[in-house]
């Protein structure tokens, strides 16, 4: 059955033959391998162009800020996973991958898409005021403002400024920085809290800056979270403690239902 | 209900509070960001010590060896999943995460598991007796020898010279690549076919050199693939193949089932 | 970290000590094993109550419906994960089902919100000026029309009738089933072509009608196709065909990226 | 790329034209939809043949069994997924989905492989001596009895006579079960404590009676607890505990890692 219009597979991104494997252009094997980094070749794979030294810096620094941050529901949720299937630990990966959704991960993505329409509203003009008129909006429809406020940092999330600091020093554009920044300014008169910058906003505030695609910003969290997620499931094989967050989630269980006529 | 005996959840991996995060004994924000680069992060997080240079270069140079070869099944699997639920990128990443296993990625580990059996019988001596021996064991078990032989390289895998070259320079431990040459060497006369080493030997071959542990060999796969499949589901939104796919795997499709009493 | 209010966990459909497991107010080995079909059971975990014997005709007829059409995407998904990863039957069933998103089975879930919306909108009066008015609204949106076309199918999906005969016989609400036809009176003036009723509007047309829940249609296709899945990769376990779908599906690849220069 | 042999995908499960779908040589429209439930649906798919009434009764009554037992890790794993991810109810279904591994659902099967393996050593003789052959050879190999014991159910868990009362008024073969016994009663003498029999060794002991075939009985478990998770993801929704379950998980956390130097 045939769904949609195109017919012929293509892509940009990898061709191979018996002697060679290219990659968005590149010779894999001679001009790839020990030459670029692994966070570059994200970026590679990603935008079809090598990052420059900002780029590189940046983006690896956000790699790094967000893959890790303890026992988080989709750690647990792997874990929990591996423990009750070990032999396959590509499906306790997926199981916590799956948890990289719209309220989690997904606010790197929509904050970065709140600050491109902040950037093109404001123009050449005051940021500020492009920055209220956005969050006014978002407001009114009743949408959160991604990537302000955290529950556990009530501060500013600490990875922010180390962010912005790596930005500051590579090189990286700070337009998107001063607009995540001018979001902060304008959260307490609009939303009425004062809701800190976190790291979910710092990541497209510094990327952005680089030349990172909008669309792409949620491929960040997630490979970086696939990084943490195996380092979790390694521990768990040698020191498993799924199924003991298990029985800790449930200690206070309350079943609400109804119970059977007759017995016990 | 409890499974098993553990009750507290404990790990190695990371704390924090409101004014810190620790990763692996660091300060995420002041002593990570911006300081260590992502693939030498996964390093960290899997191991709790920072990489030397030699195993920087190696590890990085495996995960960019092994992110990308094109639209291979797990990718077509990811890209078709993207095409019927395009709001869900962490599902389609999943979909092609789960073809991860004992068939395809699954390699990288079975073959180090192989080396070190082969490190282990050689002790100080002959590594071509101990290959042959432990070659000839799996070939009487009907195992396959993960990681010789390639589908479409009938010549050595081009990124295998790569990796050792890599190795190499960056003076990573020579021994589990001689053991995976031995193995090389041994196979026509075991196996009665010249099949030669593949990427996913060559993984472990260096890896294990610079001190990767056995147990987390199969994360290298699973991160860099994770990579691939990102910059594959990115291309997917801005141009669909999903469904081209679909209709393209099915042309030549075969019934071969019952069709029903009357009717057409 | 503390993320949300709720702290105590809570549930109204199971609870178990070490005598009897309890589901929704029945106790599970005394009044359901080998009382209830597996169809009706569902009913019951679902909404909490028994259904009756229309409920029980319809749904068992839509979950008949909707489970199989052969070697669609999601198939393909699961067949070709499976190939890959043979140990893991459970994570090639999970990557068929990460398919059932909104451009393929959310549909009954879309076409079922759409016809409530018309049934308020016409409240006692005109039922093809209220489908004539919401189909407007989701064009004026650029938003499709859920449950209508199909790619094969282009007189009416023969499961539309059946359905439609199975709810008719069992005494099922007609109400949502001609909000339905009327949808597709008015599409041919509103849209422009002459798309039929398909499965996936079918399907919340009589499920709506026997007291199903608007909420929880999606889990209908979603239970029917993991039946599917289940039966696809135990056919793979005795006759493989996910690497030639997989084969298949790039004979005709078009490479569109960069060459490197020099090299073959 | 091709790998392995086969290059024309087959399937005997379904082939449709414009007119109609075929599903295992009945037509589905006019055969199917509304005729039979969709566990009987469930075993046509498997098996290419309609259940006789014993096979309805019996494979009803354990995925009537094995669907739901509360906030299992699975259904946890599930519901935190769905907390962080609420658009892609597909992806905590499939999240819930990967639990079902070798040490959890995957018993059924497990023990259905001893039951056969335990049949052809008795042959026409001695039940309980070729059972203690079987038990005592996998305890030799360091195997757990798959499907005896429950950290809950100390007695016999109470599915067990359930699902046995099933199969014997529905008429099915005894023949398994009198197996299932057999080991439950030389278990004492062999592993030295008295393991019950639970409900995932009665699953294949009665459908291998009515002619499940083995190879298909991971499935079981599969789908019934895919009805679980989606009756628990709805109930998510309305009324969510994902994040309460990770928060309670949690509490007594500890760190066993290393702490920076200076800081707080």
């Not at 061709?15 to 966070?39: C, K, P, Y």
């Not at 690896?60 to 989709?74: D, K």
């Not at 050449?124 to 492009?130: E, K, S």
Request: proline fraction near 5%.
């Amino acid at each position: 059955m045939k769904i949609g219009k195109a017919t012929a597979p293509r892509s940009a991104i990898c061709t191979s033959n018996e002697d060679r494997i290219v990659v968005r252009g590149h010779d894999l094997a001679r001009d790839l391998i020990g030459q670029v980094g692994f966070g570059d070749y994200f970026f590679l794979l990603l935008t079809g162009r090598k990052p420059d030294a900002a780029a590189s810096a940046v983006l690896n620094s956000t790699l790094v800020a967000i893959a890790e941050h303890g026992l988080v529901p989709s750690v647990q949720a792997a874990r929990m996973t591996m423990a009750a299937a070990p032999d396959a630990m590509q499906g306790a990966v997926a199981a916590g991958l799956l948890g990289s959704g719209s309220v989690i991960l997904g606010a790197s993505e929509t904050a970065g898409r709140m600050f491109v329409e902040i950037d093109q509203a404001a123009a050449g003009g005051d940021l500020h005021a492009a920055a209220r008129a956005v969050v006014s909006a978002r407001r009114e429809k009743k949408l959160p403002i991604p990537g302000y406020g955290h529950p556990e940092h009530k501060r500013r999330d600490p990875r922010v400024d180390a962010l912005f600091n790596v930005s500051a020093r590579a090189g990286g554009g700070q337009r998107f920085i001063e607009i995540a920044k001018a979001v902060e300014d304008v959260i307490p008169e609009v939303v009425g809290k004062d809701l800190k910058l976190n790291v979910s906003a710092a990541i497209p505030a510094v990327l952005l800056g680089v030349g990172f695609p909008v669309n792409a910003l949620k491929g960040v969290p997630m490979l970086a979270r696939t990084a943490s997620l195996i380092a979790h499931l390694n521990e768990e094989l040698d020191d498993p403690i799924g199924f003991a967050l298990s029985y800790q989630a449930t200690r206070e269980y309350l079943y609400t239902g109804k119970m059977p006529e007759g017995g016990r």
